[in-house]
């Protein structure tokens, strides 16, 4: 079966930084994603990756290793309105998304 | 319009009742689906519709139809609506089926909150 692992929650302090890790079993892979989805909030898209790497956009950065089946989203200089719950996501084979349950992200003072 | 619009924004059904949830985009984008999500769960896709004219069954199809007579609605609807029905419905739309949408991702609608009781 296809499955998406990623921690229930995270508690991180403001100002400092935040790795959350996505790990992935899917039959076949064309790219995975991360979105930020704020409570009673619709999802927001964050980032993509298709290629083995570090992809980074301002504070976020995402990065990728297809052999290891594994995703993680680095959160820099986190603020207040960072607190939100954050989704993993992988298009498999058939180009459907998969989604991970989230994580979400406490930040305290 | 801007993006995606659902409505409605929330309802409480009674168990055995008819309902559609809407969904309109004004982006034309050929793509559209509609997920449901769950405390705890991943969003799980519901129906889809990779271009006007064509639907497709998804995770969890089983009580719900749709119907994509044109690029820019996409109702779903629930024919007799039972208490596990109960979640947060959200509609989305790329623009493109694969690649979901080129790495631009998904783009959401602000949702529906239903009931079932």
């Known amino acids: 079966g296809q499955n998406i692992d990623q921690p229930t929650e995270m508690t991180a302090t403001e100002g400092a930084i935040v790795q959350i890790n996505c790990t992935y079993q899917?039959?076949?892979?064309?790219?995975l994603f991360w979105y930020q989805q704020h409570a009673g909030e619709a999802p927001t898209f964050l980032s993509y990756?298709?290629l083995d790497g570090l992809e980074e956009k301002g504070r976020f950065s995402s990065f990728l290793s297809r052999s290891k089946g594994y995703s993680y989203l680095l959160l820099k200089e986190l603020q207040m309105k960072d607190s939100a719950s954050y989704l993993c996501?992988?298009?498999?084979?058939?180009?459907?998304?998969?989604w991970g349950a989230g994580t979400k992200l406490i930040i305290k003072p | 319009i801007a993006g995606i619009t659902q409505a409605p924004t929330s309802q409480i059904l009674a168990a055995g009742r008819r309902m559609t949830l809407r969904c309109t985009q004004d982006?034309?984008?050929?793509?559209m689906y509609w997920y449901r999500q769950d405390l705890g769960l991943g969003l799980r896709l519901i129906h889809y519709?990779?271009?006007?004219?064509?639907?497709g069954k998804g995770e969890v199809p089983d009580g719900y139809s749709v119907s994509r007579a044109n690029t820019d609605d996409f109702p779903l609807t629930l024919a007799s609506a039972v208490p596990s029905q109960t979640s947060v419905y959200f509609c989305?739309?790329?623009?493109?089926?694969?690649?979901?949408?080129?790495?631009?991702?998904?783009?959401f609608g602000s949702g529906t909150r239903l009931t079932v009781v």
């Open positions: 989305a739309s790329s623009d493109s089926p694969d690649r979901a949408g080129g790495g631009h991702g998904y783009t």
């Open positions: 982006m034309r984008h050929n793509a």
């Open positions: 519709s990779n271009t006007a004219g064509t639907t």
């Open positions: 899917t039959s076949g892979f064309n790219g």
């Open positions: 990756n298709v």
């Open positions: 996501a992988v298009l498999d084979s058939n180009y459907q998304l998969i």
